[in-house]
Structures are given as structure tokens and as C-alpha cells.
């Protein structure tokens, strides 16, 4: 049995909480959070502590704070040579040289409190200060996913850029699609199962035969159209970025 205590109480440390509780090879020793009081989300079967002073031995630390926290929480861990690990994709292994065993389990997905996400199918890209202590790291990420990939920092970097602009950024182009439907007093769900057409599309052809629209044709009539209806808009800059983008990487 791998035991492990989670150091942080947000989105990303429930949801393993959740996957180590579901797991009879893993066992979840305590959480730490900085709230006085148990998160509500945290389960009662696991003990809560609120002084990091207090973390026992386990074999993994999970880190899994803010990512400009991740240095300092980890300068005030006693890791009892257990392997201290960040989660991070954008975090240089080295925030955790201070411990003599460390590494990183990047799961590549967006969690939310109430997400219900399996790890099977999440990648996971991990990273260690020693072949031994990624031999560990390895077993541990086999059990939760499939999918294990041996990454460097500055490679997984590159996948949190990556992921970035496909989650964050689609997600803010969505956001933005339903403001200007709202701006216009037009139902903002009129626009829902284009949204999932165009994700479920990935399934059969790759994102770049998947792109339509004006830019993609040079329909400069209808960008002139589009561009003068939202001469006036917030969107107008974004509009022209992307649309230029578009046609650039078309080239
Ligand atoms: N969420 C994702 O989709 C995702 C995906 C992959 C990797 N990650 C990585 O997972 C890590 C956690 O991200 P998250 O999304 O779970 O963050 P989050 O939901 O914003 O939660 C951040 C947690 O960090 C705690 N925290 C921040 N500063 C702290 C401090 N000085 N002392 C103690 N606790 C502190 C917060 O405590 P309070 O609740 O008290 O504010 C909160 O529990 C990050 O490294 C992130 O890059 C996240």
C-alpha cells in the first residue's frame, strides 16, 4: 500500500482525493490546509490538519498549492525522506531541491470541484530528481492512469503552454461567443450545440481539417460585415487577431 498526504485543499488535490479513496493500492494519510476550519469538500474519513508542522511520514507529499506557493510550501515541509512532489506544468522541478527525494505529477486535464473525472485517460507527465525516485514515481502514476509519460521541465512546459491555449483560451472564446449573444438580448444556449459539434468533430478528423469559417475561405465580405457590426465591441481586437491567425496558419 502507496500512502500519501496532500498538501493543499483546491481543485486538483479533491479530485485525487477522491481517485486515492477509490484506490485499494493507495491510502491517504492526512490533507493539510491552511483553513482553520475542514474544507467542506474534504471527506471525514481523512484526517485534516491546519499545521504543516504536523504532516506524518507517508511515502508521497502532493504539493498541490498555487503554483507561486509551491517553493515556500515545500521549504516548510519535514518530508521524513518521503518524495515530495509538484503537480504543476509550468513549475521547474527544482522549487523542491531543498528534499532529498523530489519529482513532479503533472495530470494534464482541467479539474473543477465537481468534476468526476476517471485519472485512467489523463496523461500524466512525470519528472524526478533520480532514476530511483522516477521507478517510484512511475509505479505510483501507473496506478492511477494509463497513460505515463517521462517528461522534463522545460518539455512540460511546452504542454502547459499547449494546454493553455486549447482549454483556457477556447474556453474564453466561448465565453466571449455568449457575451456578444447576450450584448444583443439573443439566448446564449441558441449557440450549445455548435460548441459541442465542434469539440465531438475531434473525434473523427484533426483540429486543422476540422476549421471553417470566413477567415479560413478569405471571405473578406463577410469579415467586413463582421468587423463593422462590432465596430463598437470589446471582441473587435480579438476578432481581427484570430481572424488573421487563422489565415496565416493557412498559408
Ligand atoms: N485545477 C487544474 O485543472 C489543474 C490541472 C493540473 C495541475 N494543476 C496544478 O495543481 C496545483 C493546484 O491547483 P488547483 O487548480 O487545485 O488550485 P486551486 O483550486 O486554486 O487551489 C489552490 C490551493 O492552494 C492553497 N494555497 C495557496 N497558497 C497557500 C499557502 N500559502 N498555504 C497553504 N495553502 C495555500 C489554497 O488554499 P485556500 O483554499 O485556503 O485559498 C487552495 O487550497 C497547481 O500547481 C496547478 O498548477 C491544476
Redesign the pocket.
Request: charged share 25%; hydrophobic share 35%; glycine share 2%.
Given at each position: 500500500m502507496i500512502n500519501i498526504s496532500l498538501?493543499?485543499?483546491?481543485?486538483?488535490?479533491?479530485n485525487l482525493m477522491n481517485e486515492i479513496l477509490d484506490n485499494k493500492s493507495l491510502s491517504l494519510n492526512q490533507i493539510?490546509?491552511?483553513?482553520k476550519f475542514r474544507?467542506k469538500n474534504i471527506s471525514d474519513q481523512i484526517e485534516y490538519i491546519k499545521e504543516i508542522k504536523n504532516l506524518k511520514k507517508s511515502d508521497f507529499y502532493f504539493?498541490?498549492?498555487?503554483?507561486i506557493?509551491?517553493e515556500?510550501?515545500s521549504n516548510k515541509i519535514n518530508s521524513y525522506d518521503g518524495i515530495v512532489i509538484?503537480?504543476?506544468?509550468?513549475?521547474n522541478i527544482n522549487v523542491l531541491s531543498i528534499h532529498k527525494n523530489h519529482g513532479v505529477f503533472?495530470?494534464?486535464?482541467?479539474?473543477?470541484y465537481d468534476s468526476n473525472l476517471s485519472f485512467k485517460q489523463i496523461p500524466i507527465l512525470i519528472e524526478a530528481n533520480s532514476k530511483i525516485n522516477l521507478s517510484k514515481i512511475k509505479k505510483l502514476a501507473d496506478i492511477f492512469s494509463k497513460k505515463v509519460y517521462k517528461m522534463n521541465s522545460s518539455k512540460r512546459l511546452v504542454c502547459h503552454i499547449s494546454a493553455t491555449i486549447a482549454n483556457n483560451f477556447s474556453n474564453h472564446m466561448i465565453v466571449s461567443a455568449e457575451k456578444i449573444l447576450e450584448e444583443n438580448k439573443i439566448n446564449k444556449s441558441i449557440i450549445k450545440p455548435l460548441i459541442f459539434e465542434t469539440f465531438n468533430k475531434l473525434n473523427k478528423m484533426s483540429a486543422k481539417d476540422a476549421q471553417t469559417g470566413p477567415a479560413l475561405r478569405n471571405d473578406y465580405i463577410t469579415i467586413e460585415k463582421h468587423l463593422k457590426q462590432l465596430v463598437k465591441s470589446d471582441f473587435l481586437d480579438l476578432y481581427k487577431e484570430v481572424t488573421k491567425n487563422i489565415k496565416s496558419n493557412e498559408l
Amino acid at each position: 500500500m502507496i500512502n500519501i498526504s496532500l498538501i493543499g485543499t483546491g481543485r486538483l488535490s479533491f479530485n485525487l482525493m477522491n481517485e486515492i479513496l477509490d484506490n485499494k493500492s493507495l491510502s491517504l494519510n492526512q490533507i493539510y490546509g491552511r483553513s482553520k476550519f475542514r474544507p467542506k469538500n474534504i471527506s471525514d474519513q481523512i484526517e485534516y490538519i491546519k499545521e504543516i508542522k504536523n504532516l506524518k511520514k507517508s511515502d508521497f507529499y502532493f504539493i498541490a498549492v498555487s503554483d507561486i506557493e509551491i517553493e515556500t510550501i515545500s521549504n516548510k515541509i519535514n518530508s521524513y525522506d518521503g518524495i515530495v512532489i509538484h503537480l504543476s506544468g509550468s513549475t521547474n522541478i527544482n522549487v523542491l531541491s531543498i528534499h532529498k527525494n523530489h519529482g513532479v505529477f503533472y495530470p494534464l486535464q482541467t479539474f473543477s470541484y465537481d468534476s468526476n473525472l476517471s485519472f485512467k485517460q489523463i496523461p500524466i507527465l512525470i519528472e524526478a530528481n533520480s532514476k530511483i525516485n522516477l521507478s517510484k514515481i512511475k509505479k505510483l502514476a501507473d496506478i492511477f492512469s494509463k497513460k505515463v509519460y517521462k517528461m522534463n521541465s522545460s518539455k512540460r512546459l511546452v504542454c502547459h503552454i499547449s494546454a493553455t491555449i486549447a482549454n483556457n483560451f477556447s474556453n474564453h472564446m466561448i465565453v466571449s461567443a455568449e457575451k456578444i449573444l447576450e450584448e444583443n438580448k439573443i439566448n446564449k444556449s441558441i449557440i450549445k450545440p455548435l460548441i459541442f459539434e465542434t469539440f465531438n468533430k475531434l473525434n473523427k478528423m484533426s483540429a486543422k481539417d476540422a476549421q471553417t469559417g470566413p477567415a479560413l475561405r478569405n471571405d473578406y465580405i463577410t469579415i467586413e460585415k463582421h468587423l463593422k457590426q462590432l465596430v463598437k465591441s470589446d471582441f473587435l481586437d480579438l476578432y481581427k487577431e484570430v481572424t488573421k491567425n487563422i489565415k496565416s496558419n493557412e498559408l
